[in-house]
């Protein structure tokens, strides 16, 4: 519909604009990010699996787990409570405690990444389970666990409180003003696609798909694997994630510095290593559930 009344069009906008400055910032890999992920995980999906996948995904998907790997992310304004299941924070240290750590800001528990994990983990077991239809709405549930195994594996969501996982900490990414979580969320990702794949997200799929069954084909089966069979295991992913946060995105990094070459090339790998961990082990998570042969095994067999 148009707007007649230039005064007070202009009024309404302003209000929105308010309103969207002071929205809560949700902390998530960038939808280029969350898409890699999924690409990787679906070829990686038994056959099981792969079904429950195509009965589970929306229409509009048309059989692409990808295509709404980002979806919770456009629903954010609808399911608020959903907000601090994107990340954890910690109180500044390097190390990861669920007891501590997995609470909103209003000390609700389990409100985090991780317990976001494994509440859809939960919720998608009941798929075959009868008594349990209409419980819940297990397409949502699929799509908010593939885009949290996803958030869970980009290093500064489990990070400081402090600065909000590198959110308020400004800076600028060679020209370009942007912020330490961008920079891990977008900017590296944007970076080595115009570098090194002529801006073209599929090559730099295959690229990390080809590492996945060379480069790294001695690392995959423990990256699977989960202790005591469990079905996910968020928190050793988290515990990575700190780690990698610490050792990686805050090191160096000050207010206002300028980010170039050195700290790109340097990070580029980190971050493509952990799209490709999130991808196999989301596959691995999807198998375990949809797929009894995967429960005790535990390793990810293409389709």
């Not at 160096?252 to 971050?271: G, K, N, S």
């Amino acid at each position: 519909m148009g707007c007649s009344n230039l005064s007070y069009c202009s009024v309404m906008l302003l209000i929105l604009l308010v309103f969207l400055a002071k929205a809560p910032a949700i902390q998530s890999w960038g939808k280029e990010g969350h898409f890699i992920t999924c690409k990787i995980a679906q070829p990686l999906l038994s056959k099981a699996a792969a079904k429950a996948v195509q009965e589970l995904l929306p229409s509009s998907a048309e059989g692409d787990l990808a295509s709404v790997c980002s979806w919770a992310d456009t629903v954010r304004f609808k399911y608020r409570w959903a907000s601090p299941l994107h990340y954890i924070n910690t109180p500044g240290v390097c190390n990861y405690k669920y007891s501590r750590d997995c609470h909103n800001d209003k000390g609700e528990q389990d409100m985090c990444v991780a317990g976001a994990i494994n509440n859809y983990t939960a919720q998608l077991i009941t798929y075959m389970d009868s008594s349990s239809e209409g419980t819940y709405n297990l397409t949502e549930s699929l799509m908010f666990l593939s885009h949290f195994v996803g958030d869970i594996h980009q290093p500064l969501h489990v990070g400081f409180a402090d600065d909000e996982g590198g959110n308020t900490i400004p800076l600028r990414w060679f020209r370009r003003k942007s912020n330490l979580h961008k920079v891990w969320d977008f900017d590296i990702i944007d970076e080595a696609e115009k570098d090194f794949f002529n801006r073209d997200v599929t090559t730099m799929i295959e690229d990390l798909q080809r590492n996945i069954t060379e480069g790294w084909s001695d690392e995959v089966p423990a990256w699977e694997k989960c202790a005591r069979n469990a079905i996910a295991c968020p928190d050793g992913y988290a515990s990575e994630g700190i780690s990698l946060a610490c050792k990686w995105a805050y090191k160096d990094v000050t207010a206002d510095i300028v980010l170039e070459d050195d700290y790109f090339l340097t990070r580029l790998p980190i971050v493509e290593k952990r799209l490709a961990q999130g991808g196999v082990r989301l596959a691995a998570i999807l198998n375990r559930i949809f797929d009894s042969n995967f429960v005790m095994g535990g390793s990810v067999q293409s389709s």
